[in-house]
């Protein structure tokens, strides 16, 4: 009954236009005033502890990160250092694309600020070149949903969180499955680029490359710094976000001198709004984790699964075909919010582990960013790209298919996740 008028009430609130963030506190409060127990202190105080979390501060930093890398020149050097190794190939252009997606990635753990700098850099450059508008603007979404996961990732804060599961472990679980999601895309668009008869860019010449590896290598040095300092333990993630905020900075001020004050100012006040909407999202939705707790919708949701619980496998392709079909109508961080409380006790109870549970979890909340009708990175593409939402639709397709096939083989075979998660630790 519990579950039933918590999903209901949650569906009803949105449909109705209102706010995920509300609807999710709303559906915690249905929950109080069922089993009778509803106070306003109650709803204040967890809201309060939604927000009052250490970890959370490296969203904002992450964030701010990125929005420095952008402003600052790190996002242009990283394609056109790509653009000299690879941009020749045919194709080429889609290649630098991908490899500067993964590179992008583990910059700024965000997919709407990558796909974003991706696709105002590369589609026109692909456009006139000759490709196919719709496989570009598909192939940058495609590339774009890397970044959360690949460290650093705000998906794997919020989870982490959420999960009350070491951040540095789900980062690290993370490395590999974000390079096979790169590897897949190399495949898709060696398929896809043979049917274009697009123009050949000449090949650079390798004094050249070398020249313009060296202006890329400022950028390059950031995920060494991050991925390196939580390996050896020289940082948390909260203090790696820091770092990596002051190392944009630095790079994009001193290095290559293309933030001023000016920028800076509007890095920040981009920065302070898109932290506002997950922090609000963070601290409403601790309400219904908590309701979610007292009325055990976990154990009922459990009790429906019971069948299939010395199945791992089933169970995990069935959590996973949920959560697919609900990233056609949520949006990423609601998704993560909402079914992690669910899920997992679910998972422990089945002997799962929770880390390698978290990635295929994240990857799977990245694909729903890119299938319609919400699919918010396919609106940032449509519209950086000037194509319309159909046309991004159908030129995500083919990418769409190779990162769902590299989700099945991660469900299929744990240890491509596992081993490497535990020669990193």
Same mark, same amino acid.
């Given at each position: 009954?519990?579950?039933?008028?918590?999903?209901g009430t949650l569906l009803s609130l949105i449909a109705l236009g209102l706010p995920i963030a509300f609807a999710l506190m709303f559906a915690g409060v249905a929950l109080m005033?069922?089993?009778?127990?509803?106070?306003?202190?109650?709803?204040?105080?967890?809201?309060?502890?939604?927000?009052?979390?250490?970890?959370?501060?490296?969203?904002?930093f992450f964030i701010l990160a990125g929005e420095f890398m952008n402003a600052g020149g790190l996002s242009k050097r990283i394609v056109e250092m790509a653009s000299a190794f690879?941009?020749?190939?045919?194709?080429?252009?889609?290649?630098?694309?991908?490899?500067?997606?993964?590179?992008?990635?583990?910059?700024?753990?965000?997919?709407?600020?990558?796909?974003?700098?991706?696709?105002?850099?590369?589609?026109?450059?692909?456009?006139?070149?000759?490709?196919?508008?719709?496989?570009?603007?598909?192939?940058?979404?495609?590339?774009?949903?890397?970044?959360?996961?690949?460290?650093?990732?705000?998906?794997?804060?919020?989870?982490?969180?959420?999960?009350?599961?070491?951040?540095?472990?789900?980062?690290?679980?993370?490395?590999?499955?974000?390079?096979?999601?790169?590897?897949?895309?190399?495949?898709?668009?060696?398929?896809?680029?043979?049917?274009?008869?697009?123009?050949?860019?000449?090949?650079?010449?390798?004094?050249?490359?070398?020249?313009?590896?060296?202006?890329?290598?400022?950028?390059?040095?950031?995920?060494?710094?991050?991925?390196?300092?939580?390996?050896?333990? =020289? &940082? !948390? /993630?909260?203090?790696?976000?820091? *770092?990596? @905020? +002051?190392?944009?900075?630095?790079?994009?001020?001193? #290095?290559?001198?293309?933030?001023?004050?000016?920028?800076?100012?509007?890095?920040?006040?981009?920065?302070?709004?898109?932290?506002?909407?997950?922090?609000?999202?963070?601290?409403?939705?601790?309400?219904?984790?908590?309701?979610?707790?007292?009325?055990?919708?976990?154990?009922?949701?459990?009790?429906?699964l019971q069948s299939l619980s010395d199945h791992p496998l089933v169970l995990l392709t069935a959590m996973m075909a949920v959560v697919f079909f609900a990233g056609m109508v949520?949006?990423?961080?609601?998704?993560?919010? =909402? &079914? !992690? /409380?669910?899920?997992?006790?679910? *998972?422990? @109870? +089945?002997?799962?582990?929770?880390?390698?549970?978290? #990635?295929?979890?994240?990857?799977?909340?990245?694909?729903?960013?890119?299938?319609?009708?919400?699919?918010?990175?396919?609106?940032?593409?449509?519209?950086?790209?000037?194509?319309?939402?159909?046309?991004?639709?159908?030129?995500?397709?083919?990418?769409?298919?190779?990162?769902?096939?590299?989700?099945?083989?991660?469900?299929?075979?744990?240890?491509?996740?596992?081993?490497?998660?535990?020669?990193?630790?």
């Amino acid at each position: 009954m519990s579950a039933a008028l918590f999903i209901g009430t949650l569906l009803s609130l949105i449909a109705l236009g209102l706010p995920i963030a509300f609807a999710l506190m709303f559906a915690g409060v249905a929950l109080m005033l069922l089993i009778g127990q509803f106070d306003s202190q109650i709803v204040v105080q967890n809201a309060i502890a939604g927000a009052d979390n250490f970890v959370l501060m490296a969203v904002p930093f992450f964030i701010l990160a990125g929005e420095f890398m952008n402003a600052g020149g790190l996002s242009k050097r990283i394609v056109e250092m790509a653009s000299a190794f690879v941009g020749h190939l045919r194709g080429g252009l889609g290649y630098v694309a991908i490899f500067a997606a993964i590179l992008l990635a583990s910059l700024s753990g965000s997919a709407v600020a990558d796909t974003a700098a991706l696709a105002a850099i590369l589609v026109p450059m692909m456009r006139q070149a000759g490709y196919n508008p719709e496989r570009a603007c598909g192939l940058m979404a495609a590339g774009g949903i890397i970044a959360p996961v690949i460290p650093p990732s705000i998906g794997f804060l919020i989870f982490g969180v959420v999960a009350n599961l070491s951040i540095t472990r789900l980062f690290l679980a993370g490395i590999v499955p974000g390079i096979l999601m790169g590897a897949a895309l190399v495949i898709a668009w060696w398929i896809v680029a043979r049917r274009q008869n697009a123009a050949l860019t000449p090949r650079v010449p390798w004094p050249r490359r070398l020249v313009l590896l060296g202006r890329g290598g400022w950028a390059l040095m950031l995920p060494v710094i991050i991925i390196g300092g939580l390996r050896f333990g =020289i &940082f !948390t /993630p909260t203090e790696a976000a820091v *770092v990596a @905020a +002051a190392y944009a900075l630095f790079v994009g001020a001193v #290095v290559y001198r293309e933030l001023d004050w000016r920028t800076i100012y509007h890095c920040l006040l981009t920065t302070a709004r898109t932290t506002s909407v997950v922090l609000l999202l963070a601290s409403l939705a601790m309400v219904a984790s908590y309701m979610i707790t007292i009325t055990d919708i976990s154990g009922q949701v459990g009790g429906w699964l019971q069948s299939l619980s010395d199945h791992p496998l089933v169970l995990l392709t069935a959590m996973m075909a949920v959560v697919f079909f609900a990233g056609m109508v949520l949006d990423f961080i609601p998704i993560v919010l =909402i &079914f !992690t /409380p669910v899920f997992l006790p679910i *998972v422990k @109870a +089945a002997d799962i582990d929770p880390i390698y549970f978290g #990635v295929i979890f994240i990857m799977n909340c990245s694909i729903g960013m890119i299938t319609p009708p919400v699919g918010v990175v396919l609106n940032v593409v449509s519209s950086v790209g000037k194509v319309t939402m159909s046309q991004a639709t159908r030129g995500i397709l083919p990418f769409l298919f190779a990162l769902l096939v590299v989700l099945i083989l991660l469900i299929l075979f744990p240890a491509l996740v596992t081993v490497p998660a535990e020669w990193w630790r």
